[in-house]
């Protein structure tokens, strides 16, 4: 079983950013997007216990690296989950693209519509839009930004008398199904058809910022340090051990940490998790 959430303003604060996105300057809005804070973890946790998220958000692709590191270092992301973005190019509006993107998804990997429980979008637009599609979908926010007025401050809005806005902080909140919501009709999507030329440009933009943050052609540098730690070649007894799986990409995440001007925090965290693995792979193999 499915749930569908979106990241931003549902599980990933973006208030310090979002005076972009109401300028629609959006590569400055998504370039901060690893400085949110997370949020509406229980609610997520509730969600992993039912099934796995499809995470399908408007960011584009060139904001994946970013994107799943967030998620994984802010303990949102569970082993079966996915990551569905905004193609690089693709303008269509967030409704259409998020129905397009999602319908592709399951149609591709043989998903029945009704495997998915529920969909999760603070705009209550997409959640009308989903309904439209026929799946059961609920607002949930972090930010109200429908009472947002223009110096980007926050307006309360009475939760009292909107009965379609299901706020997620709440630790108890379960997910009910479908709400009552007024559905205004959208377009409907265009054709899940995408040209080479689209998937090579999204292609590309995923290696330059790969390139942008391990340095261009690392795997030559790797090589150079394997080298230089087994002047003589990698026994071939270490190098297909479970400690040597675990330890290259250690070499990998020091590269990116010394590229960031030993600034990329979650590099650091990377490095922490990879050795305390290894750790644990050691100590097993001590009472063999
Ligand atoms: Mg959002």
Not at 32 to 47: M, R, V, Y
Not at 175 to 202: F, H, L, M, N
Not at 276 to 288: C, S
Request: aromatic share 10%; with cysteine; net charge negative.
């Amino acid at each position: 079983m499915y749930y569908v959430v979106d990241i931003d303003n549902c599980v990933s604060n973006d208030h310090h950013r979002n005076e972009y996105a109401r300028l629609r300057k959006w590569d400055e809005y998504h370039d901060l997007c690893h400085l949110d804070n997370a949020e509406n973890h229980g609610f997520i946790t509730k969600l992993h216990k039912g099934g796995s998220i499809i995470w399908l958000t408007g960011r584009t692709a060139n904001y994946r690296t970013k994107t799943e590191e967030w998620l994984i270092h802010r303990g949102l992301w569970q082993d079966g989950d996915e990551l569905l973005m905004r193609r690089v190019g693709d303008h269509a509006p967030a409704a259409e693209m998020k129905i397009r993107q999602l319908k592709k998804h399951l149609s591709m990997n043989g998903v029945a519509h009704e495997q998915v429980l529920c969909c999760y979008d603070d705009s209550q637009k997409i959640v009308d839009a989903y309904i439209l599609a026929g799946f059961k979908a609920e607002r949930m926010f972090i930010n109200d930004y429908n009472g947002q007025v223009t110096d980007g401050t926050q307006q309360k809005v009475d939760d009292s008398t909107d009965s379609v806005i299901s706020h997620c902080s709440d630790p108890d909140y379960t997910p009910s199904g479908i709400t009552s919501a007024v559905v205004t009709p959208i377009p409907e999507p265009r054709p899940d058809i995408y040209s080479a030329r689209e998937t090579i440009a999204e292609a590309a933009q995923v290696f330059e910022s790969r390139v942008a943050a391990y340095g261009e052609k690392n795997y030559e540098r790797t090589s150079r340090v394997l080298k230089a730690l087994w002047p003589e070649g990698i026994p071939p007894h270490i190098s297909s051990s479970p400690e040597f799986v675990l330890f290259f990409p250690i070499i990998n995440k020091l590269f990116r940490f010394v590229i960031s001007g030993l600034t990329h925090t979650d590099s650091r965290t990377d490095i922490a998790v990879y050795a305390a693995m290894l750790e644990t792979e050691i100590k097993e193999h001590e009472h063999d």
